[in-house]
C-alpha cells in the first residue's frame, strides 16, 4: 500500500521557521517528482514547491519563493519543505505528493499520490 505521510506542522509565530517531512512508503519514489501543496479553509487547493526525481530542479510559488526551500532524500524516500519567515497568510493544511514519473508539475492533478496532510498555523 503506497503512503506518504506528512509531519513537522504546528503552531508557530509569524517570522518563525518550521520544516515539514513527508516519508513515502509502499514503493520506491527515487523515480518520481514530488509536490507540496496547501490549501487554506474556504480557498481551493494551491500549489507551493516541487522537486524532480534527482532534485536538481525545483519549482516555487511566488509567495514562498525566497522563504521555503525543498528537497529530497531518496535513500530514505523522504521530502522536506523548509519554511522560514513564515507569515499568517501561510496559515493551511499542507499536503505531500508524487507523481509517476521524474518532472515536477505545478498542478495538482499530475499528481498520482497524495498524503493526508499536516495543520501549519502561524500567529501574527
Known amino acids: 500500500q503506497v503512503q506518504l505521510i506528512e509531519s513537522g506542522g504546528g503552531l508557530v509565530q509569524a517570522g518563525d521557521s518550521l520544516r515539514l517531512s513527508c516519508a513515502a512508503s509502499?514503493?520506491?519514489?527515487?523515480?518520481?517528482?514530488m509536490g507540496w501543496f496547501r490549501q487554506a479553509p474556504g480557498k481551493d487547493r494551491e500549489f507551493v514547491a516541487a522537486?524532480?526525481?534527482?532534485?536538481?530542479?525545483?519549482e516555487y510559488a511566488d509567495s514562498v519563493k525566497g522563504r521555503f526551500t525543498i528537497s529530497r532524500d531518496n535513500g530514505k524516500n523522504t521530502v522536506y519543505l523548509q519554511m522560514n519567515s513564515l507569515k499568517p497568510e501561510d496559515k493551511a493544511v499542507y499536503y505531500c505528493?508524487?507523481?509517476?514519473?521524474?518532472?515536477?508539475?505545478?498542478?495538482?492533478?499530475?499528481?498520482?499520490?497524495w498524503g493526508q496532510g499536516t495543520q501549519v498555523t502561524v500567529s501574527s
Open positions: 522537486i524532480n526525481w534527482s532534485g536538481r530542479s525545483t
Open positions: 505528493a508524487a507523481r509517476s514519473g521524474g518532472s515536477l508539475h505545478v498542478t495538482s492533478r499530475q499528481y498520482d499520490y
Open positions: 509502499g514503493r520506491t519514489f527515487s523515480n518520481d517528482a
